[in-house]
């Protein structure tokens, strides 16, 4: 059974920096592809990066720029590191693992508070 688990989030200011954390457990496979979403209250989960095995990234547009996804070799982890933060990017942020296998786990989410 594949576990996924966020961690790393947080309250900071505006303009301030976060480092999100994510580990799939369970597997001997490495991913195909992770990513992290978002979803702020009243509001649809939302896309903000994805990053496959060889290591092609792709970013919502809304971040561009601000957010950096990468993984650790080897591993199933993958980071978020959050700059330049802004009061709009609060939200839940999840983390989602596709494998060879297994596809589609979410972790549990961690809290993102942005304050102004």
């Known amino acids: 059974q594949v576990q996924v688990v966020e961690s790393g989030g947080g309250l900071v200011q505006s303009g301030g920096s976060l480092r999100l954390s994510c580990a799939a457990s369970?597997?001997?496979?490495?991913?195909?592809?992770m990513g992290w979403y978002r979803q702020a209250p009243g509001q649809q989960r939302e896309l903000v990066a994805t990053?496959?095995?060889?290591?092609?990234?792709n970013y919502a547009d809304f971040v561009k720029g601000r957010f950096t996804i990468s993984t650790d070799g080897g591993r199933n982890t993958v980071n978020l590191q959050m700059n330049s933060l802004k009061p709009e990017d609060t939200a839940v942020y999840y983390c989602?693992?596709?494998?060879?296998?297994?596809?589609?786990?979410w972790g549990q989410g961690t809290q993102v508070t942005v304050s102004s």
């Open positions: 369970g597997t001997i496979f490495r991913f195909n592809i």
């Open positions: 990053i496959t095995n060889g290591g092609t990234t």
């Open positions: 989602n693992y596709n494998g060879p296998r297994v596809s589609n786990r």
